[in-house]
Every structure is written in C-alpha cells, then in structure tokens.
C-alpha cells in the first residue's frame, strides 16, 4: 500500500547530536512512536508496524512521527549515576517538547495526538502522556514495564520518581492533571505470562484509584514480541476494544 513517507534529521540543541525521525502519512491524528530499548527509528518500519496501520495511514486517519531514543544515554547508560541518567532523559523530554512536537504540529495541524510504543517504548509512551496530559489524547503502552526502579538499583531521588509511572500517580494531587488524565484514553496490553503483566495490574488499579478510567487488556500467552504487537497496535489505535 502506497502513503507518504519522510526522513527527517537535525541536530538537537537540547541534546547536542544529530536525531532522526520517520513521517508516515499525510493527515490525521498525529502518533509519537517509540522504539523498543536502544531503537531506532526506523524500527517499526522493519518490523512492520507500519505495514499493519498501512490502510489507516493511507487514509489520512492517522500520522506517524516514529522518533529515535537515547536510552543508551540515559537509562541503559548503567555506567552512569543514576541522577545523570534521569537527567539525560528528561533531556530527551525537552528535545521532543521543544523540537519534535512543534515540527509535528507545523506540519499537521490535528490537535489530536496518540503515544505508542512496546516494551521499554510503552515506558516512553505512558511516561510522556502521564506527565504531559494536555498535550495527549491516547496512550498506548504494549507489554510495557512503567517501574523504573529496576534500572537505578537502591538509589532514588526527586528525578528518578517524577519519571516513574507506577510511583507518581500514586501521589498526583493537582486537580487539572488529574483531570486531564481522566480525559485521556489510556490502553496497556500485555500477556498473561509476560513477566511485567503484574506491573501493568498495578498501574492499572492505582490509575482506578485515582478516578483515572483505563483499558488493561491481557491477552492469552505470553505476547512480548513484534507478531503480538502487531496485532495488538491494528487492534487498539483507534480505541480500547
């Protein structure tokens, strides 16, 4: 199927290096994509992602923005003091507040915006949505883990928990990001055995108690790879059924 498709690179004053992204389609909702720990950009193209959402992007439904990371810089960066690698990532925050957002939204003026990704890129997805909940229709996580813990070992300071989902929305007190929260559609998917469906329980039943309305959807097995995650984008980017 034949849609639009752009190569985009620039260096990031924010981050200090070059950054790459990959535009699919032409109009619609506007999808900020994540990879996986350590990917590329251009990894939902080769895994075939884009192939799977290839009717609705030539429609003009949605639009994918599928962004680089720098996890290897941040969180993977286990060389590192655990505050720097938050720093870092918050860094990675700014570039797609400041960079990425306003390249996306001069192109295409739908107000509309979905977070996508699997595994660490559902951390990514549901992260950014959660602390920027006015800026976010729809978060879809895949098979994701949201507590950050497990990468800065016993240290844990201001930076570490305002990036840690399964923490902060425990303690979220500001009425307008609750509310905004609640106007949000939020999706995690995952499977029965994946070792982080107990996480997703939890984020999905502390968001319940905080009036925050979610779809957790477990599916049979174990459901952590890119057939499973295929299945479950083409089921879940137009809604929670």
Known sequence: MSFNREHHRWYSPILGRDMDLLVFGHAGARVLVFPTSMGRFFEWEDRGMVAELGEQIAQGWIQLYCVDSVDEESWYARWKWPSDRAWRHLQYERYLLEEVLPMTTHRNPNPYLTTAGASFGAYHAVNF???????????????????????????????????????????????????????????????????????????????????????LRIWDGWAHDWPWWRMMIRTYIGGSD
């Open 129 to 215: 949505a959660f602390r920027h909940p006015h800026l976010v229709g729809r978060t879809i996580g895949l098979s994701g883990l949201y507590d950050i813990r497990r990468f800065v070992g016993d240290h844990y300071d201001e930076q570490v928990y305002a990036n840690n989902p399964a923490h902060y929305v425990t303690e979220i007190h500001d009425g307008a990001w609750l509310d905004a929260m609640r106007r949000m559609d939020i999706i995690l998917a995952t499977g029965e055995t994946d070792a982080f469906v107990d996480n997703n329980r939890y984020l999905s039943s502390r968001l319940w108690q905080r009036g925050v309305g979610n779809a």
